[in-house]
């Protein structure tokens, strides 16, 4: 390899790993993943997060994007080491960070970097990231404007608040099952964050699923959803007599003086089965509730987890769905509770689960028809 070939290959790879950091910036989660080879993989031990192959790439970060408040990447120049078609190196990082849910930062890291020449050009076989230092004392500065995607400018979103789209979907939207194709993007971006998705084309499909995923005799609770009272679920799992039922439990203790019964019973079953208000195409299940007593068992209390979703419940992204609990969800949930309960119902407790850190616990049941709300 001659001296300018080796100019010219340092160059093209550090332009790659600027290319990282702009598309990471501007939130271009497509562009982000083509700078991998098909089978490249990024890896983040501290977060953990582990995604291979660019379809797993895009919808992880799509899924890690749609947390920002804000988010600031600087790459500096590190090492570079060539061997003929392949090379291996080293970039240095600092970011400032600040979540929707408040978590914010600064921190500093090392991308450790393997590097496979293509006829497309020099492209990421692996980055695996490496926090070195982090500070999550409160940020002093903010925002000016919401973070920018791909192709916009800054008149595009100054006006944009927090929690808002730049264009509003009718309450109506919420109803109509998604294609398939946002299926397989749900789907996609979910396994990336390690749940187990399967999707079944209707309910009855996901009643026959849960009686092979649930053994006789476990104990199981039950959410409070139309979704599994119109399915037959739940009168599968608190009716049968098949299994150790916690949902008619409770209702037989006095709540004045069995509450600390009936919490413990709630919070840590073998299984829960429930459904959800929304899914995001970018990986996240957002659950709400009125009490928050199902919500630990689904937080991770419960040994295993199995969220049966109608197609109707896929949104774009997590703003999307929080607007559907507002808009869609609590109206109906409300009209509900007061013919069951004499009172309205409130969204007093909101549950985001964006990943898994238990493989193999989560189960979602995708489906392609609508049921529930």
């Known amino acids: 390899m001659n001296d300018f070939q080796t100019i010219a290959d340092r160059v093209e790879i550090e332009a790659l790993r600027g290319e990282f950091t702009d598309a990471a ?32 790439i895009r919808a992880g970060g799509e899924r890690l994007q749609n947390q920002w408040d804000f988010f600031v990447q600087t790459t500096h120049p590190g090492t570079i080491l060539l061997d003929g078609d392949t090379a291996t190196g080293r ?68 006006t944009t608040p927090k929690f808002a789209t730049a264009t509003p979907a009718p309450a109506a939207s919420f109803t109509a099952p998604v294609p398939a194709e946002h299926l397989d993007r749900a789907a ?36 409070a959803s139309e979704t599994l009272r119109l399915s037959g679920i739940d009168e599968d799992i608190n009716a049968s007599g098949r299994y150790d039922a916690i949902r ?53 209390g419960a040994a295993q987890a199995v969220w049966i979703i109608g197609a109707q419940k896929v949104v774009p992204d997590l703003s999307t769905a929080l607007r559907r609990v507002q808009e869609h969800a609590l109206p109906l949930e409300s009209a509900r509770a007061q013919v069951a309960y004499g009172m309205p119902s409130a969204v007093n407790r909101l549950l985001i689960l964006n ?13 392609r028809v609508a049921i529930g709300y």
């Not at 989660?29 to 291979?52: C, H, K, Q, W």
């Not at 971006?189 to 187990?196: P, Q, S, V």
């Not at 990943?355 to 489906?367: D, I």
């Open 248 to 300: 008619p439990r409770i209702l037989t203790i006095d709540r004045a003086t069995g509450a600390d019964e009936i919490r413990q019973l709630a919070a840590v079953p073998d299984f829960v089965i429930n459904s959800v208000a929304a899914v995001t195409e970018t990986g996240s299940l957002v659950l709400a509730s009125g009490s928050g007593s199902q919500l630990p068992a689904n937080a991770g």
């Open 355 to 367: 990943a898994e850190p238990r493989p193999g616990r989560g189960t979602v049941l995708l489906l």
């Open 188 to 223: 996609a971006a979910l396994r990336a964050g390690g749940f187990t998705v399967e999707i079944l084309d209707d309910a009855a499909s996901a009643r026959t699923r849960i009686k092979a995923l649930v053994p006789e005799g476990a104990s199981v609770l039950t959410g």
């Open 91 to 158: 970039a240095y990082i600092q970011e400032l960070a600040r979540t929707l849910d408040g978590r914010q930062g600064l921190n500093y890291a090392v991308y450790h970097d393997r590097y496979q020449r293509t006829v497309e050009g020099w492209k990421f076989t692996e980055r695996v990231y490496e926090v070195r230092y982090l500070d999550t004392s409160p940020l002093a500065g903010t925002a000016p404007h919401t973070a920018q995607g791909p192709g916009t400018t800054p008149a595009d979103t100054t």
């Open 25 to 56: 910036m501007m939130r271009d989660r497509p562009r982000l993943a083509s700078l991998f080879t098909p089978d490249g993989a990024l890896r983040m031990p501290n977060i953990p997060i582990e995604l291979v192959g660019r379809e797993e």
